[in-house]
């Protein structure tokens, strides 16, 4: 990531004004995104944040642009605008995210296919732990 980029994003904790910025971005990927076999939906806006979380929203400018964060068990998640993907920008966040809330161990779950987050954790020094396999025997999503 280039320094003049860098210098223009910032982590600030999450308040309950951003739950509905959150709720909307990870809603938008759920529905944007193909989870190959995994059909993923997004529980109720309640249910969603009953989920321990720390919380991080990240700006550009101090406009929002995604978030970062960790549930209680150290599994690390992060969601970015589409239009600011591909630019180091999760990679940033998630480093930061981790010095911020420093653990002994962090994981992080992603679908083989979605390539970017797979590098995102390598460059950090993520390792891969299992390959899940899923089989679906019905047409319906229960």
């Not at 939906?41 to 700006?59: D, G, L, N």
């Amino acid at each position: 990531m280039k320094n003049a980029l860098k210098k223009e994003l910032s982590l600030v904790k999450a308040t309950k004004k951003d739950q509905r910025f959150i709720y909307q971005i990870v809603k938008n990927w759920l529905e944007q995104t193909d989870h190959s076999v995994t059909v993923l939906k997004i529980p109720s806006y309640t249910k969603f944040f009953k989920t321990k979380s720390i919380r991080y929203i990240i700006q550009k400018k101090f406009v929002k642009i995604g978030f970062v964060h960790i549930l209680d068990n150290n599994e690390i998640g992060y969601y970015l605008i589409p239009e600011f993907q591909g630019m180091g920008i999760g990679t940033w966040a998630v480093a930061q995210l981790m010095k911020i809330e420093s653990r002994d161990l962090y994981y992080a779950t992603i679908n083989n296919k979605n390539i970017g987050s797979v590098r995102l954790v390598e460059k950090l020094g993520f390792q891969p732990k299992a390959i899940i396999y899923e089989k679906k025997t019905r047409s319906e999503v229960i």
